[in-house]
């Protein structure tokens, strides 16, 4: 007797690992906000939620390169053409981009920090701008680390992106 098995469609397990890394960061952020606030305090915790937001801000980093490379892939793959040097060419106009954001936010990190966290400067005590700084630094990072996502997603590996995603939060 052969055992047969059970042959699930791709984007149905890509769809489903997202979902499932979705589940996981979100019930990561729950248990760690009652967590975070027993050591920080309110206060910490609130310098840290705002500093948290800037993700958004610094995962303009990319420039849109990501997307623009997973349309490129899928494109290649469809013709079956090598995308090796889209994928160089993305490298290089990343490096670029993160040199230019890290120059932008070291000069302007001490004016946007101290409008950005000025109900906090007692509590930071003159660290504003180091603070608002580094952030941004491995906010950015996480930014052009998103290019390697859409990478995956145009390879047609979503769901290892999606693992990645859940453990990076897992782990964090």
């Given at each position: 007797m052969k055992v047969q098995l059970l042959?699930?469609?791709?984007?149905?397990?890509?769809?489903?690992?997202?979902?499932?890394?979705?589940?996981?960061?979100?019930?990561?952020?729950?248990?760690?906000?009652?967590y975070l606030i027993s050591i920080l305090g309110e206060e910490k915790y609130a310098i840290f939620s705002l500093l948290t937001g800037l993700l958004v801000w610094c995962s303009a980093v990319d420039f849109g390169i990501g997307t623009g490379l997973q349309n490129y892939i899928s494109e290649c793959r469809a013709k079956n053409k090598s995308y090796d040097a889209y994928i160089k060419s993305a490298l290089h106009l990343s490096f670029i981009a993160i040199i230019f954001f890290i120059a932008?936010?070291?000069i302007f990190s001490g004016v946007i920090s101290a409008k950005y966290l000025s109900s906090f400067h007692e509590v930071l005590q003159d660290k504003t701008r180091m603070l608002f700084?580094?952030?941004?630094?491995?906010?950015?990072?996480?930014?052009?680390?998103?290019?390697?996502?859409?990478?995956?997603?145009?390879?047609?590996?979503?769901?290892?992106?999606?693992?990645?995603?859940?453990?990076?939060?897992?782990?964090?």
């Amino acid at each position: 007797m052969k055992v047969q098995l059970l042959k699930i469609p791709s984007h149905l397990i890509v769809a489903g690992s997202s979902w499932l890394s979705k589940i996981i960061i979100a019930g990561v952020q729950l248990a760690s906000i009652s967590y975070l606030i027993s050591i920080l305090g309110e206060e910490k915790y609130a310098i840290f939620s705002l500093l948290t937001g800037l993700l958004v801000w610094c995962s303009a980093v990319d420039f849109g390169i990501g997307t623009g490379l997973q349309n490129y892939i899928s494109e290649c793959r469809a013709k079956n053409k090598s995308y090796d040097a889209y994928i160089k060419s993305a490298l290089h106009l990343s490096f670029i981009a993160i040199i230019f954001f890290i120059a932008l936010f070291y000069i302007f990190s001490g004016v946007i920090s101290a409008k950005y966290l000025s109900s906090f400067h007692e509590v930071l005590q003159d660290k504003t701008r180091m603070l608002f700084f580094t952030s941004c630094l491995v906010f950015s990072s996480i930014g052009i680390g998103a290019i390697a996502y859409k990478i995956l997603f145009a390879e047609l590996v979503g769901w290892k992106a999606n693992l990645l995603n859940a453990l990076s939060y897992m782990i964090g």
